[in-house]
């Protein structure tokens, strides 16, 4: 297992996993699912692959924050920052 810190530097994505441990998804998508007349499952699963997968569409609209993020770090010359945020970026990817 890779080191929390090396992937998630200053641990910003981890404080914002914790803060939202007090609200729950489930009724506005059961709501969802309901008027769409589809499981919530399904719906579930596809809110999970859009958020997933909104890096590369952000591309188009507008700077993602990971590359705001990886430009900072690079212009800062933290090496360990930049190579968390490539680390995220690559996350999932087989080589």
């Not at 080191?3 to 914790?18: K, L, S, W």
């Not at 692959?49 to 212009?75: H, I, K, N, Q, Y």
Request: net charge negative; hydrophobic share 50%.
């Amino acid at each position: 297992m890779a080191d929390p810190e090396t992937f998630d530097p200053g641990g910003r994505f981890r404080a914002e996993v914790a803060a939202s441990q007090v609200l729950d998804p489930m009724p506005g998508l059961g709501e969802l699912a309901r008027h769409l007349g589809l499981p919530v499952d399904q719906v579930v699963h596809h809110a999970l692959v859009r958020w997933s997968s909104a890096g590369s569409e952000a591309l188009l609209a507008a700077p993602p924050e990971m590359l705001v993020a990886l430009r900072d770090a690079a212009d800062a010359a933290d090496m360990a920052r930049v190579r968390g945020i490539v680390d995220a970026l690559l996350a999932g990817w087989d080589e």
